[in-house]
Structure formats: C-alpha cells, structure tokens
C-alpha cells in the first residue's frame, strides 16, 4: 500500500483546502473541488495494485466532489467499480443522478464526463480500476450498461466480490494466487457488464458477445503456441479472418494488443519464480522471438526490466497457467511507441 496522500501529516500552507485540493487532485488524475470554498477538509488517499489493477481508497472529511469534464482525447478508456464504505456519496453521470448508500456499488466511465461527491460532511469508499481494452468491450457497452448494474441478477456478486477485494487488496497481493484473482475479477466485472447492457430489455444488446468471449477463452489457453495466429484462430471457430476482425472490431477489442498483454504478464509471474530459465528462454516460451524486443516491451508495461523484475525477487508467485493469465494493459504505457506485432509471434492484429 502507498499513501498518497494524508492530509493530517501536512503542516502549515500545506494543509489549507485548497492546497490539499491540489494534491488530491494530482493524486487522483481527475478534477477535485470544494462544492463549499473554503470549507475545512481532511482528506487521506491510499493506493494498491492488485494484478495490474489499480485499487483506490479516500477517507474524506468536507465537501469535496470529483469529477471530469472533457476527458483527454488519448485517454485509453477507464471502468471504475466503486463501493461506498460510509456516508452517503452522490454520484452522477450521463444525465443520471444516484445516491449511493454504504455498500453499493458504482460503475462509471471514468473518460466520460462525471462528477462524485463522497458524502455532505463525510464519507469513504474503495474504487477497482480496469482498462475498457482488459474487458474486450466496448466503450459503448460499458456505457450503456453502468446506468442498469443495478438491475443485474450479477449485481450482488460482483458487489461482495469487488467490495472483498478491494478491502483486503494488500493482503491478496501477497498470495501466490493473485495473477488467477485478477483474471477472475475482470471476468466477473465483464460479466456484469454484459448482463447489465440488456438490462433495459432491449434486443442483442452485445451482439457477437458470446462468440467473442469464446475466442478469448480459446485464444487464452493457447497463448504459448508458436503457430497461434489469426488464421488459426478463425479457422478454429469456423468464420473467416475477415469476419475475425469484423467481431473484433465491433467490440472494440485489439486480439493483437490483448494477447501481447497476456503474455507479458505470464512471463512476469514466471520471472518472479527463484531459479527459473534463462530470461531469454521465458522470452521465448511465451511467443517473443526477440528478446531486445521482449525487454522494451516489457519495460513499457511495468516500468521496470526483465533482469530488474527478477532481481527484486519479489514474493513468489506461481506462472498462472494460459488459460488464467492477467493482462497487463491496465498500464496506460503498454505498447507505446512499439511497433505492433515486431518480435512477437502473433498476427492476429485488428490495428
């Protein structure tokens, strides 16, 4: 866990409200206000990762709202699942208003325009994170689903389990298991996306859904075959290539970018192993021919390098087995300024 942000231990200027605005505005990435200026405030901001997800808790004091206006136009898309711990927070979105009462649960499309306040006086909550391109959904879906979760027979599953998670996040780090937790609850967050974009009763409100999530599957438990690309992967399920990337592209989902990120993610669990293969040899066995090209990459997605990821020796974890590898795209750095594909043996791209 890292604090980033504890108003209590600032002093002086520093603990003025609208410095501590400031901060947790930089903290949080998005815009912060005092719906009372100069309202006294207290605001403590904590910080996890679990499996690539980012995990977000605020204690706040005051009345403070956050929210966002116009979204960058390059900011990948961002899914929030947000549960209050106390207070009341209000919470609105698209034209839609919501109280969330403690122990309800929010989805919001955090690169759309927004605006929550934790509580009138006070309030507290945790928020999971996960990039729309880790769902294989597109930002329309998720969109006109976070309105209707609620009304989902998922809702109350997704709740406890999110609300769980999010709870003993630094715990669950810990655990040899977490690459597999983290494969699940994005699965589990998808879900209730999907149950929740029919809610409304209208018609095939994800078409192609139930194929896709088939491809995903089938592509995910044969991420470490050499001659996996698109050709096989539509012959597998009997359409075309071109009908391939049609799906693909219907949902606003990059195949190519999402099984680098598998990848990436299952040679980081087995370069957290001791005594493991050569980095070379992992490079390899997970489909990067390269491994100049396999060090950049993998830099790109977790700051850090294969020899230095391995160096650290973190807490052992387990390499999840294909069929339950988390992506790394949750990193808003993955792939940037890469060539798509270069040393990788996958041609399954939609770009």
Same mark, same amino acid.
């Given at each position: 866990?890292?604090?980033?942000?504890?108003?209590?231990?600032?002093?002086?200027?520093?603990?003025?409200?609208?410095?501590?605005?400031?901060?947790?505005?930089?903290?949080?990435?998005?815009?912060?206000?005092?719906?009372?200026? $100069?309202?006294?405030? @207290? *605001?403590?901001? =904590? %910080?996890?990762? #679990?499996?690539?997800? !980012?995990?977000?808790? +605020?204690?706040? /004091?005051?009345?403070?709202?956050?929210?966002?206006?116009?979204?960058?136009?390059?900011?990948?898309?961002?899914?929030?699942l947000y549960v209050q711990e106390?207070?009341?927070?209000?919470?609105?979105?698209?034209?839609?208003?919501?109280?969330?009462?403690?122990?309800?649960?929010?989805?919001?499309?955090?690169?759309?325009?927004?605006?929550?306040?934790?509580?009138?006086?006070?309030?507290?909550?945790?928020?999971?994170?996960?990039?729309?391109?880790?769902?294989?959904?597109?930002?329309?879906v998720v969109r006109r689903a976070?309105?209707?979760?609620?009304?989902?027979?998922?809702?109350?599953?997704?709740? $406890?389990?999110?609300? @769980? *998670?999010?709870? =003993? %996040?630094?715990? #669950?780090?810990?655990? !040899?298991?977490?690459? +597999?937790?983290? /494969?699940?609850?994005?699965?589990?967050?998808?879900?209730?996306?999907?149950?929740?974009?029919?809610?409304?009763?209208?018609?095939?409100?994800?078409?192609?859904?139930?194929?896709?999530?088939?491809?995903?599957?089938?592509?995910?438990?044969?991420?470490?075959?050499?001659?996996?690309?698109?050709?096989?992967?539509?012959?597998?399920?009997?359409?075309?290539?071109?009908?391939?990337?049609?799906?693909?592209?219907?949902?606003?989902?990059?195949?190519?970018?999402?099984?680098?990120?598998?990848?990436?993610?299952?040679?980081?669990?087995?370069?957290?192993?001791?005594?493991?293969?050569?980095?070379?040899?992992?490079?390899?066995?997970?489909?990067?021919? =390269?491994?100049?090209?396999?060090?950049?990459?993998?830099?790109?997605?977790?700051?850090?390098?294969?020899?230095?990821?391995?160096?650290?020796?973190?807490?052992?974890?387990?390499?999840?087995?294909?069929?339950?590898?988390?992506?790394?795209?949750?990193?808003?750095?993955?792939?940037?300024?890469?060539?798509?594909?270069?040393?990788?043996?996958?041609?399954?791209?939609?770009?």
């Amino acid at each position: 866990m890292v604090t980033v942000l504890d108003s209590r231990q600032l002093t002086g200027a520093d603990r003025r409200p609208a410095a501590v605005v400031a901060r947790l505005q930089a903290g949080m990435g998005s815009r912060v206000w005092l719906r009372e200026p $100069a309202a006294p405030v @207290q *605001v403590r901001l =904590d %910080a996890w990762e #679990l499996g690539g997800l !980012p995990v977000l808790r +605020a204690d706040v /004091v005051g009345p403070l709202a956050v929210g966002r206006r116009r979204p960058p136009p390059d900011a990948p898309p961002v899914v929030s699942l947000y549960v209050q711990e106390h207070g009341t927070g209000r919470h609105e979105q698209g034209g839609r208003q919501r109280a969330l009462t403690p122990g309800t649960l929010a989805v919001t499309d955090v690169t759309s325009p927004y605006s929550f306040a934790w509580g009138d006086t006070e309030g507290a909550g945790r928020a999971l994170q996960i990039p729309v391109a880790r769902l294989g959904l597109s930002v329309d879906v998720v969109r006109r689903a976070a309105p209707h979760v609620a009304d989902s027979p998922l809702y109350e599953l997704v709740r $406890a389990h999110v609300a @769980q *998670v999010t709870r =003993d %996040a630094e715990r #669950l780090t810990a655990d !040899p298991g977490w690459p +597999a937790l983290s /494969v699940a609850t994005v699965e589990l967050a998808r879900a209730l996306v999907i149950s929740a974009a029919d809610a409304d009763g209208t018609t095939c409100a994800v078409p192609g859904e139930t194929l896709l999530t088939r491809i995903r599957t089938w592509v995910d438990q044969h991420l470490t075959d050499p001659d996996l690309d698109a050709a096989r992967v539509a012959a597998e399920h009997t359409i075309s290539v071109r009908q391939l990337y049609r799906l693909c592209s219907a949902a606003g989902f990059s195949l190519e970018q999402w099984v680098i990120d598998q990848r990436l993610e299952g040679a980081r669990a087995e370069l957290a192993r001791p005594g493991g293969r050569p980095i070379a040899a992992v490079a390899r066995s997970w489909g990067f021919s =390269d491994p100049s090209h396999f060090s950049r990459r993998f830099r790109a997605a977790f700051g850090t390098t294969p020899r230095e990821w391995r160096d650290q020796r973190p807490p052992p974890v387990t390499p999840p087995p294909p069929g339950a590898v988390a992506s790394a795209s949750a990193r808003a750095r993955v792939g940037a300024g890469a060539g798509a594909g270069a040393g990788v043996g996958v041609g399954v791209g939609v770009e």
